[in-house]
């Protein structure tokens, strides 16, 4: 006896092909059913798998508006059971966050299975902007500590260019910080007392507080506006690339080059050239050159 979907050779007791799963024979009577046949055509039995011999081995995939997305997929006993095992272990080890629904039917059914896997929805944007925020305040907790009664630097690497540099990247990252925590600003009297500890609080900051467009200050409260907030990622950036270079460290003072004054009394062996004032020499924070001018003293001969 041959099978009437897919002609495979079948024993003569058979009721179901075991290529393609498909009933041969009516399961009251005993008779051959007729191919695509909803019932027996000799006793009137309904044949309860044609319709979903119809779709066997067929795969659906659907996704919703709302983001819900349905995998469902039918196969043959034989098929299905190598599908349903290759499946378990993708989604097992690939897959996480997501709810896996693996019907398998007892092997001695004439049957078919259906395998159906669904997943919540990927991070929203909120989900993805809390996940950043934790990043950023994770680094800025390894440069500045709120550990004590008042801020401390702790990770002095902040990759500036000049000392005046450094105290702007102090600044904005120390105001972000507190922006990130409570969503407010920092005391002027805080910040002072950072800058002041590590060593750049001087005119020049306390110019630039005034006179820039990443904060604001209200008050007794500094502010970091929208500008602001970029530099300070881009800052936090940079303190962790190691590609970039830290060329102004705290901490460490350039030395004054000078130029040596020669002065040569050829025509006036008598001439005597008067000493540079020690004072004149640390006057100036500035690279400089000096030219003493030598005083003559004649002496009189009789």
């Known amino acids: 006896m041959d099978c009437i979907y897919c002609q495979n050779n079948l024993p003569e007791r058979a009721y179901f092909c075991p290529s393609c799963a498909s009933q041969c024979k009516c399961k009251f009577c005993a008779e051959l059913l007729v191919k695509d046949a909803k019932v027996c055509v000799f006793c009137g039995e309904e044949v309860s798998m044609a319709k979903k011999i119809q779709g066997l081995n067929t795969i659906e995939f659907t996704e919703t508006e709302d983001g819900r997305r349905t995998f469902k997929a039918t196969f043959s006993d034989s098929v299905g059971q190598s599908i349903i095992d290759s499946l378990g272990l993708i989604m097992s080890n690939k897959i ?17 299975e259906e395998t159906i896997i669904t997943h919540q929805p990927a991070a929203t944007g909120e989900d993805e902007a809390s996940l950043l925020r934790t990043i950023e305040l994770s680094k800025l907790e390894q440069i500045i500590s709120l550990d004590t009664d008042k801020p401390i630097l702790i990770e002095p690497r902040l990759k500036a260019k000049s000392k005046r540099e450094f105290g702007q990247r102090l600044t904005i990252l120390f105001v972000y910080y507190k922006n990130l925590l409570d969503g407010g600003g920092v005391q002027r009297k805080a910040l002072t007392a950072l800058l002041d500890g590590a060593g ?14 990443l904060i604001s200050i209200s008050g007794d409260s500094v502010i970091i506006n929208p500008p602001g907030i970029d530099a300070a990622k881009r800052f936090l950036a940079e303190v962790f690339d190691n590609e970039v270079p830290d060329v102004w460290q705290l901490h460490i003072v350039s030395k004054i080059v000078r130029k040596p004054v020669k002065s040569k009394v050829e025509d006036h062996p008598s001439e005597v050239e008067a000493p540079i004032p020690a004072e004149s020499i640390f006057a100036s924070s500035e690279v400089e050159e000096e030219v003493s001018t030598p005083i003559y003293i004649s002496s009189a001969i009789s």
């Open 96 to 112: 996480t966050g997501r709810t896996l629904n693996i019907e398998i039917p007892d092997q001695d059914e004439e049957t078919i």
């Open 200 to 213: 750049v609080e001087d005119g020049n900051i306390r110019s630039w507080l005034t006179k820039n467009p």
